[in-house]
T-cell receptor
Framework: RKEVEQDPGPFNVPEGATVAFNCTYSNSASQSFFWYRQDCRKEPKLLMSVYSSGNEDGRFTAQLNRASQYISLLIRDSKLSDSATYLCVVNSPMDSNYQLIWGAGTKLIIKP | DAGITQSPRYKITETGRQVTLMCHQTWSHSYMFWYRQDLGHGLRLIYYSAAADITDKGEVPDGYVVSRSKTENFPLTLESATRSQTSVYFC????????????FGNGTRLTVT
């Protein structure tokens, strides 16, 4: 089992729809979680950190479920510009340190 | 401007040549990272640094050398470039606390012929 897993997609979603995807992680001691978006061959950009109580930023909502060991990202009223690959990152303990473990990404395509 | 910058943006080199990719950040972040991303694949960690003069191997360090004599700079050197090192290279930095997010440079697209 991979340490951080995402459904690669693509998710094909009509403009205006709501879409959600999850990211599962294997290490229950993981401490911090993030969602990034990456446009084709450009640098990943931080979308939002994921807090224990869940957090919202405009049309985006992130949730953390520690019991089931996954984080989720919900996008409401999707725009064409939301088309991108969404990467989750988990900060997990490894040896005596913490390591950032990246998911392979979920590709989202918003269609007009 | 504050931020993290990489140079060059594009580089074409020949097999066997030494190449150095530069990374500079102005935030005084303690951690810096080098990733490579091949077409259709995810990010793979090459090397990282927790502070000046402290570096450590990542997932794919072979064929690469790093140094960090100053906090703000983290150059990556390919000692003898190979075609398999054709990739997009991203430098990133973050503050020292475990819940600090990474911030990326805009990447160097390297082609080895």
């Amino acid at each position: 089992r991979k340490e951080v897993e995402q459904d690669p997609g693509p998710f094909n979603v009509p403009e205006g729809a709501t879409v959600a995807f999850n990211c599962t992680y294997s290490n229950s001691a993981s401490q911090s979680f993030f969602w990034y978006r990456q446009d084709c061959r450009k640098e990943p950009k931080l979308l939002m950190s994921v807090y224990s109580s869940g957090n919202e930023d405009g049309r985006f909502t992130a949730q953390l479920n520690r019991a089931s060991q996954y984080i989720s990202l919900l996008i409401r009223d999707s725009k064409l510009s939301d088309s991108a690959t969404y990467l989750c990152v988990v900060n997990s303990p490894m040896d005596s340190n913490y390591q950032l473990i990246w998911g392979a990404g979920t590709k989202l395509i918003i269609k007009p | 401007d504050a931020g993290i910058t990489q140079s060059p943006r594009y580089k074409i080199t020949e097999t066997g040549r030494q190449v150095t990719l530069m990374c500079h950040q102005t935030w005084s972040h303690s951690y810096m990272f080098w990733y490579r991303q091949d077409l259709g694949h995810g990010l793979r960690l090459i090397y990282y640094s927790a502070a000046a003069d402290i570096t450590d191997k990542g997932e794919v360090p072979d064929g690469y050398v790093v140094s960090r004599s100053k906090t703000e700079n983290f150059p990556l050197t390919l000692e003898s470039a190979t075609r398999s090192q054709t990739s997009v290279y991203f430098c990133a930095s973050r503050a020292g606390t475990y819940n600090s997010p990474l911030h990326f440079g805009n990447g160097t697209r390297l082609t080895v012929t």
